[in-house]
């Protein structure tokens, strides 16, 4: 996993079409809110997004139960290929992922805030942990601190299937922190991935070479 993976947090088809378009984009994240934000069914905003991206996307899977978890989660498997099921990591969604995982679903581990809930997902086999970083701050808890514990752990038990996700991120300055404390995957919302493109030092530095552009003899 020596590449990093960007993953778009969103289900809003213009935010997607915009960030996939500098090929810089490996998913795209969605999850029940935003999905019914929209007003579509996850099959009309899964038919949607293929059109303009081909590669995975994220769907949640929700249920009281761990039988209700993989059943939803079985009906979100079957609408098309290159898809990853994100489940709650609790009891009962570790115990579906360790069953689903079987069955050859691709999960997520999602909802991650301590590190324990990171390292037994890994060891029910699932392909992806999600740890939280900006809805952890704001309980006051440091999800960069968990991660860093994660890939501890991980690297510890050599753990090397499973990818570590850094979520709910607030600003570039938590994207670079995520990653220097190990995550292999930064998922973002859409005005983060434009943070990360630009600076205004950037842009005016731009300007001011398209005006000197102006004055070269062609």
């Known amino acids: 996993m020596s590449k990093l993976q960007i993953v778009l947090d969103t289900a809003e088809v213009s935010q997607i079409k915009d960030a996939v378009s500098t090929g810089l984009i490996d998913a795209v994240a969605t999850n029940p809110q935003k999905v019914a934000r929209s007003g579509k069914s996850y099959h009309q905003v899964v038919e949607e997004i293929r059109k303009i991206f081909e590669g995975l996307i994220m769907l949640q899977a929700v249920g009281q139960t761990t039988e209700e978890i993989c059943n939803c989660a079985r009906r979100l ?26 069955e050859g679903v691709s999960t997520n581990a999602t909802l991650i805030f301590n590190p324990t809930q990171a390292l037994l997902a890994g060891l029910a086999g699932s392909t992806s942990v999600s740890v939280f970083v900006g809805r952890a701050r704001m309980s006051g808890y440091d999800g960069i601190e968990t991660i860093r514990k994660v890939r501890q752990l991980f690297d510890a038990f050599e753990l090397k299937n499973t990818d570590i996700a850094a979520c709910s991120i607030k600003d570039v300055e938590q994207v670079i922190d995520s990653i220097i404390a190990g995550a292999h995957t930064v998922a973002v919302p859409f005005d983060i991935f434009e943070a990360m493109c630009e600076h205004p030092l ?16 062609q």
């Open 77 to 102: 498997h079957r609408i098309g290929p290159m898809l990853m099921i994100k489940i709650a990591t609790n009891k009962i969604g570790l115990a579906a992922i360790k069953i689903l995982v079987s």
């Open 202 to 217: 950037t842009n005016n530095g731009l300007d001011a070479f398209i005006e000197d552009y102006k004055t070269i003899a």
